[in-house]
């Protein structure tokens, strides 16, 4: 099984950016957690990170036929974004929405998810944990 992590803008920024929010922990850190978990599963995983909404898109049409579930973290393209919505609807891979945060205690512009109805489930508020157990309820499949 491959599962392709994605993750939005700023995502990169990790352990700077309003670690108030987002913890002090960096997007390395967030790559190692995910490797490890992963290999105990028995799962192969890609990364990708952009902060260019088409490149994303490009990534998601590009895992067409070659991996078995995305984990995604659109960042501040899930309330912005059709595009990646209907990349992820194109391809028909089983996908889960991660947050690092909970948007929907956050401003109100935060709450709205546009890729939330093209996955098979949201995670959001558990730190990279919610990571995990995106990976696990797609290794389950």
């Known amino acids: 099984m491959k599962i392709l992590v994605v993750n939005g803008p700023n995502i990169n920024m990790l352990g700077i950016r309003e670690p108030e929010i987002y913890g002090s922990r960096t997007y390395s850190d967030l790559v190692a957690q995910i490797t490890s978990e992963a290999a105990k599963l028995g799962v192969k995983v890609e990364f990708f ?3 260019h909404e088409g490149a994303i898109v ?3 049409q590009e895992a067409y036929g070659k991996v ?6 659109p960042a501040a393209y899930t309330h912005t974004s059709i595009a990646i919505a209907d990349a992820i609807k194109a ?3 089983p996908a889960v929405e991660v947050h690092i945060s909970d948007p929907d205690t956050r401003e109100e512009f935060r709450r709205v998810s546009y890729v939330r109805p093209a996955c098979i489930a949201t995670i959001k508020g558990k730190g990279f944990d919610g990571y995990l157990e995106a990976l696990r309820i797609l290794a389950k499949r």
């Open 49 to 51: 990170q952009s902060n």
């Open 68 to 73: 078995d579930g995305i984990i995604i973290n």
């Open 58 to 60: 490009d990534k998601i």
């Open 91 to 93: 391809v028909g891979i």
